[in-house]
């Protein structure tokens, strides 16, 4: 028996296929597109190619993230803050507080002792201090995503970034660019604006260690460094964190089967 | 009364009448300047319609026109004709779309609306409402009286600021009289008061009712509508009769022990105004997890009735001097925490929802705080969501759902552990 977490993100779709003893079987990650039923179901077929298992054995599956009603052959969704939270605390059961930085949103979430969210903030309808705002800087500067993070902690001394708004914010570098600031300066600049606008929203819920940082920008570790630079205190990271949405699904699925649920709907609307 | 719930109450009879009421309301007002009957401009907070009703002016609402223009999907269309001649993206989303229905001559989907005579601006917590009436003051010609009303700041409102106010209608009565040619008469201003009074004395009735379990109705979704008479028609037999047959409609309600959703499984307060141009849409995110309003501020900005707070016949000055400082978002912070903090109590709720609205400050000021003292002083689990109460634009469904089905789901979860924030 596996079950299966799928999380269809506003930048890419994740899926974790769990066995029975809470090992990671597969998992899978690929751009959402504009296609996001297809992004969904093909996230759920790599995660479940890479364990080699069949989907016949899927017991139960959950989506999640803002596509999770387009989990089409999912048997319920759950809201990433409810996964994250559940895959955050699995993973590091000391986990208090969940830093979650998507491609469009920002979480902080408090969590109790035994995973159960107690409260939570988002940042308001814009894309600034997600991985969107980093994108549009890495776009101007011209380097990929995953440089950017190493490169700004060659920072000597850095520019701060005043502007909020992922738009204006590359003319905002330009202008650095010109007077010839260095590049490092710059993103550190940046990844510390980020941190700064994201303290601030952990503070809303309390800054209660341990923290976790979540989601696909915690990959980047000029952000965990700025974070915990911002917060006052070290985050985990785990290798998995772009998956812990996902994780957190699967694991609510297989606590399903656990309670007796009973899976609906084959995958692919076979059913 | 003990018979009245023993006869078949047609279903939404509450809603069918307050339509038909404000059909007829909005039929008055497309002929008022041909007939050549008086009509004045009010804000609906701590409004004074019982005296200027004595001098026979039709009332008219910005702010309903504007909630009605949202609700019609016409508030987005007005609001970008109101930018187009210069308005900012920040002002008020109500003042714009009162803007645009004006640049499109006065054209609505509840018909035209008539010019005003006099513009009482009704001064209550909220100083876009004087440069509003200002604004009109400049279009129309029209005459402009400010009645100022103070904030209250402590707890109490001071006999000072009673008279204050009473001085200030004394000098609209006269302003009126000139205007109209009318003598003003206090036999009937108590005659009119009286009739307020009883509407009012039902409608907190009714509001009480949320107490029942389930809830015979939604105290925001629904009470929006049940509060149209007692914030707008005030001082009428008929809005009387609309709350005897309200609480008839709940009372039936509550026997067959029937809400708005099939089955009531969260009892929330809502603090904040409605998303206007997504009324449905905003309610489903609320009815999906089977939560229900048992009690909310919105229905209160008109008056505080649930307070104590009534228009008195033998006081008549002196009552709507303190009827008119008595709206919901006059109130100090600390007054209304402690209201939110009865409701939950009074109301039996499991948690607040605070509806954080860009175009009303008002409305929005100190909200971050209340949720952050319910959530880390007194442990009730809040919600903080934003939107608009006339802008469409800024209602993103998708991440409205989001944060209400993690805050459901987190309260679902929490009832099965028993965490505590």
Known sequence: ?271 | MATTTQTTVPPDLGKTMQRDMLAKYYGALETANADGVPVAYLFIPGNIVELTQCFGFLPVYPEINALQCGIKKVAGENIIRAEDLGYSADVCGYVKNDIGLMLKDRQSPFGRLPTPDLLVCNYSGCNTFIKWFEALAHFYGSEFFLLDIPYIRESEISPGDVAYVVAQLKELIARCEARTGVTFSEARLREILGYSREAEDLWVEILHLARERPSPFDSYFEAVFYMAPVNMLRGTPESVEYYRQVLREMRARTDERRGPVPEEKFRVVIEGPPAWPHFRAFWELFKRWGAVAVASTYSKVGGLYDQGVRHDPSRPLESIAEYAMNGYTNWNLAKRADLLRRYVEEYEADALVIHSVKSCRSFSVGQADFRESFVNELGIPTLMIESDLADPRYFQEAQLRNRIDAFFESLTQRRLTGATA
């Not at chain 1, 010839?180 to 819920?205: P, Q």
Request: glycine share 12%.
């Open chain 1, 1 to 271: 028996m596996i079950v299966a977490g799928v999380d269809v993100g506003s930048t890419t779709s994740k899926a974790v296929v769990l066995d029975d003893r809470r090992q990671i079987a597969g998992t899978s990650l690929l751009p959402t597109g504009a296609n996001v039923v297809r992004a969904a179901e093909r996230a759920f077929r790599e995660a479940l190619a890479a364990s080699k298992r069949d989907e016949s054995e899927a017991a139960y599956v959950i989506g999640t993230g803002y596509g999770r009603y387009k989990v089409a052959f999912g048997d319920d969704q759950v809201t990433e803050i409810g996964c994250h939270a559940r895959g955050a605390q699995f993973l590091f059961p000391d986990t208090r507080t969940i830093v979650d930085i998507g491609g469009q949103d920002t979480k902080a979430i408090r969590i109790s002792d035994r995973g159960e969210v107690l409260d939570f903030s988002m940042n308001d309808k814009c894309a600034a201090g997600t991985g969107r705002f980093l994108d549009a800087c890495a776009n101007v500067i011209g380097m990929t995503l995953d440089e950017i993070g190493p490169a700004s902690m060659n920072a000597q001394k850095p520019i701060r970034i005043t502007n909020v708004c992922t738009v204006f914010v590359e003319s905002e570098i330009i202008a650095h660019l010109a007077r010839g600031e260095k590049v490092e300066d710059i993103l550190r600049g940046v990844h510390l604006a980020i941190g700064s606008r994201t303290a601030g929203l952990v503070r809303r819920v309390g800054t209660n260690p341990a923290v976790t940082f979540t989601g696909g920008v915690s990959r980047n570790v000029g952000m965990v460094q700025a974070l915990e630079e911002r917060l006052g205190v070290s985050v985990h990271v785990s290798p998995l964190s772009q998956w812990m949405g996902a994780l957190g699904a699967a694991l609510i699925a297989l606590e399903r089967v656990e309670g007796g649920a009973v899976h609906r709907i084959a995958a692919g609307g076979a059913a």
